[in-house]
């Protein structure tokens, strides 16, 4: 709540965020998709990149996104997903001499592989003992006449 005088020793913050996701399609270097608030606009989509991230933005569309349907297994009611508003955002981009080729000029972003290290071959001497394992462990708890997913 506003109050007169000075100073004022309230910040205010905007109830915006922007969330960064990968897109399902192929997309040229410069495109990035957001998720976004449904209250922002495109023109707060431009300044939010611009003013807090220093980053040269050309165009952003948007698109809502409706949600899923989905039917609930213990109620058998229609529960409906939250609509989101996707945000595509055009990065600075020049063109080459002689071409109608768009090129990346200043900025490109290419989503992070998180994975890429990770070991890929599982070694099967740990799996055959994690098995071993398991095994035992429910071997004493069944109880005869009882079915498997059953245990005391």
Not at 29 to 45: A, L, R, T
Not at 77 to 86: A, C, G, P, Q
Not at 91 to 115: A, T, W
């Amino acid at each position: 709540m506003y109050q007169r005088g000075n100073p004022q020793l309230r910040v205010f913050l905007p109830n915006f965020w922007m969330k960064l996701i990968t897109s399902t399609d192929q997309q040229p270097p410069n495109i990035v998709q957001f998720h976004c608030s449904m209250e922002m606009s495109k023109y707060d989509i431009k300044n939010y990149l611009e003013k807090i991230y220093n980053v040269n933005v050309i165009e952003v569309r948007t698109r809502i996104a409706m949600g899923r349907f989905k039917r609930d297994q213990l109620q058998h009611s229609v529960i409906k997903e939250d609509d989101r508003k996707l945000a595509f955002v055009i990065l600075l981009v020049s063109y080459k001499k002689g071409f109608r080729i768009l090129l990346p000029k200043d900025q490109s972003f290419v989503f992070p592989d998180i994975f890429k290290n990770v070991k890929d071959d599982i070694d099967k001497e740990t799996v055959d003992i994690a098995k071993k394992d398991m095994q035992d462990f429910l071997g004493p708890n069944k109880a005869p006449g009882l079915p498997g997913w059953f245990r005391i």
